[in-house]
């Protein structure tokens, strides 16, 4: 799995500007998975796919709340793999 954008995790939570990276990722036909995937100790990440890279994080948050969170923020936007 490749990264393709990683939004680091901020002490004082997701910021509105990284949301907007997602929200181009997903203008730039970026299929964004509708689920939450735990990389490591305090790392939660947002998956997607790409045609030529195949699955890409798209971002990465510092705890699973926050993660989904955006989520529901990205719901409606064409981001879900057909």
Known sequence: MGYLHTVRPQPFGWRSDDHDVLVELIEQNVQIDDD???????????????????????????????????????DGLEHRPS
């Open 36 to 74: 939450v995937i735990v990389l490591g100790e305090h790392v939660w990440a947002i998956h997607g796919y790409i045609a030529y890279d195949g699955e890409v994080i798209a971002a990465t948050f510092a705890s699973e709340h926050d993660a989904r969170i955006e989520l529901s923020r990205l």
